[in-house]
T-cell receptor, first 115, second 119 residues
Framework: AQSVSQHNHHVILSEAASLELGCNYSYGGTVNLFWYVQYPGQHLQLLLKYFSGDPLVKGIKGFEAEFIKSKFSFNLRKPSVQWSDTAEYFC?????????????FGQGTTLQVKP | DVKVTQSSRYLVKRTGEKVFLECVQDMDHENMFWYRQDPGLGLRLIYF???????EKGDIPEGYSVSREKKERFSLILESASTNQTSMYLCASSLLTPGQGPGMNSPLHFGNGTRLTVT
């Protein structure tokens, strides 16, 4: 069965620090990969996605993620975080062979950015 | 812009009650999903539907059922609510893009969630 693991459950950073959130998945086939973000009091929204092509994908608000197939990883990065990045971040995987769009989510990482 | 609307933001129910959570989307999406979100566990899929009257179990279907009589509406039913079903429930929808290949599975669009408390 597919699973997604996010290594960091709670991260605290100061503004301007660099961010990297880890995400690993277990599935032997081809996958689509996503990062979602949930700002306080808001609904989940898509941050970025990877389907194919360049393994380094760029999303909204200066975020990027790198797909490393050999490591089954899709880590999220941002060079310089802002207080407004305080949110919960979820990595998610969808098996390409699935025709249903079913996503498996990781446990989530809470990011707190101190001003 | 896609809008996924969950009928209630907060619900408080008693143990043993039958509970209905309603979700409506306005973008003619084929796929609809119910997840529950719990601290430290992330989002776990309860049920999903890829067409009217079609449903499939997710990872934690026990104690739940669903109904999809119309394309835009997907209901989650707790037949007999229990305290361990206290949670945040999230509905989502997406386009069905059958087949494989790049861009073939569209991202999910989420509602604001229903926070259910069972006492």
């Amino acid at each position: 069965a597919q699973s997604v693991s996010q290594h960091n459950h709670h991260v605290i950073l100061s503004e301007a620090a660099s961010l990297e959130l880890g995400c690993n998945y277990s599935y032997g086939g081809t996958v689509n990969l996503f990062w979602y973000v949930q700002y306080p009091g808001q609904h989940l929204q898509l941050l970025l996605k990877y389907f194919s092509g360049d393994p380094l994908v760029k999303g909204i608000k200066g975020f990027e993620a790198e797909f490393i197939k050999s490591k089954f990883s899709f880590n999220l990065r941002k060079p310089s975080v802002q207080w407004s990045d305080t949110a919960e971040y979820f990595c998610a995987v969808n098996a390409r062979s699935s025709n249903t769009g079913k996503l498996i989510f990781g446990q989530g990482t809470t990011l707190q950015v101190k001003p | 812009d896609v809008k996924v609307t969950q009928s209630s933001r907060y619900l408080v129910k008693r143990t043993g009650e039958k509970v209905f959570l309603e979700c409506v989307q306005d973008m003619d999406h084929e796929n609809m999903f119910w997840y529950r979100q719990d601290p430290g566990l992330g989002l776990r899929l309860i049920y999903f539907s890829y067409d009217v009257k079609m449903k499939e179990k997710g990872d934690i279907p026990e104690g739940y059922s669903v109904s999809r009589e119309k394309k835009e509406r997907f209901s989650l039913i707790l037949e007999s609510a229990s305290t361990n079903q206290t949670s945040m429930y999230l509905c989502a929808s997406s386009l069905l893009t059958p087949g494989q290949g790049p861009g073939m599975n569209s991202p999910l669009h989420f509602g604001n969630g229903t926070r259910l408390t069972v006492t």
